[in-house]
């Protein structure tokens, strides 16, 4: 699942690095998220901090961070990088209009999660490496999903799981990974993934809509439905609603596993 050489001939391949992006979008203000758990009082995905990208660079060659930028779209931020890249052809057709930029310190981490629209993920990397955990949808019964969201139980440490806390995790199959500068990891649709920066860097990743039926259907439940819902019953419940989630991934992991074992 990860293509080498695929991006030797684009401009980003012998430019993008930090500097280069400092000099090219240092003056933006950049949305940051941190590793803190969810909490009733803040969206779906609204930032905890903002900074000038150029400080945050600064910052991220500084010191370990837990400060990540999360979704940032290029295109709309700093047009003139769209010349360094290509939108390869991988067979499926790519969303031209969705180029996003991630960034990470030493040691930061995006939660284990899949992306709200199932999407099939193309993950370039840039400027350092990045230790990449996967699973498919069909191991969602051994991973302490949290019900109404995208992400896994916020204790579970994935680089170094305790197994004797998450039993179920051993009965998991996925797949483990560490992407270096101009690598592209492929992420089939819907597949859950957990990064950890082992040096500050950034990715981008492009993406193809889910093209299975009943995932292309649960991707337009999650989008139109799910996310509000679960925006209402923070307001109405506020963090019993969230507890209650993080409880009932383990109860209905525990579950799964008495069913299969
Ligand atoms: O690299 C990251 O920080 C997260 C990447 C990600 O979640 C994605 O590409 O969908
Ligand atoms: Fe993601």
């Known amino acids: 699942m990860v293509i080498e050489n695929c991006i030797k001939d684009w401009p980003?391949?012998?430019?993008?690095?930090?500097?280069?992006?400092?000099?090219?979008?240092?003056?933006?203000?950049?949305?940051?998220y941190d590793n803190r758990p969810v909490d009733?009082?803040?969206?779906?995905?609204?930032?905890?901090?903002?900074?000038k990208m150029k400080d945050y660079i600064d910052l991220l060659k500084?010191?370990?961070?837990?400060?990540?930028?999360?979704?940032?779209?290029?295109?709309?931020?700093?047009?003139?990088?769209?010349?360094?890249?290509?939108?390869?052809?991988?067979?499926?057709?790519?969303m031209k209009g969705l180029p996003m930029l991630f960034f990470g310190g030493r040691?930061?981490?995006?939660?284990?999660?899949?992306?709200?629209?199932?999407?099939?993920?193309?993950?370039?990397?840039?400027?350092?490496?990045?230790?990449?955990?996967?699973?498919?949808?069909?191991?969602?019964?051994?991973?302490?999903?949290?019900?109404?969201?995208?992400?896994?139980?916020?204790?579970?440490?994935?680089?170094?799981?305790?197994?004797?806390?998450?039993?179920?995790?051993?009965?998991?199959?996925?797949?483990?990974?560490?992407?270096k500068h101009g690598e592209v990891l492929y992420m089939p649709e819907g597949y859950w993934h957990y990064m950890k920066y082992i040096t500050p860097g950034f990715s981008m990743s492009l993406r193809s809509v889910a093209r299975n039926p009943m995932r292309l259907s649960k991707a337009l439940y999650n989008v139109f439905f799910m996310r509000h819902?679960?925006?209402?019953?923070?307001?109405?419940k506020g963090q019993q609603w969230i507890e209650w989630k993080n409880q009932q991934a383990i109860v209905r992991t525990k579950k799964a596993i008495k069913e299969t074992l």
């Open 62 to 94: 500084r010191e370990p961070t837990k400060y990540r930028i999360f979704l940032w779209n290029v295109i709309k931020e700093v047009p003139e990088l769209q010349k360094d890249f290509k939108y390869p052809d991988f067979g499926i057709p790519l």
């Open 40 to 51: 009733y009082k803040e969206g779906f995905n609204e930032p905890h901090a903002r900074m």
């Open 229 to 236: 819902f679960d925006n209402g019953m923070r307001r109405l």
């Open 107 to 179: 040691d930061s981490y995006t939660f284990m999660h899949y992306d709200i629209d199932l999407a099939n993920i193309f993950h370039f990397h840039f400027d350092g490496k990045k230790e990449c955990i996967l699973f498919p949808q069909s191991e969602n019964k051994y991973l302490y999903k949290v019900p109404h969201s995208l992400i896994t139980h916020e204790k579970i440490d994935f680089s170094n799981p305790d197994l004797e806390k998450w039993p179920a995790l051993k009965h998991a199959t996925g797949y483990k990974t560490q992407l």
């Open 12 to 32: 980003a391949y012998s430019k993008w690095n930090l500097d280069y992006i400092k000099n090219a979008a240092g003056q933006k203000i950049v949305p940051l």
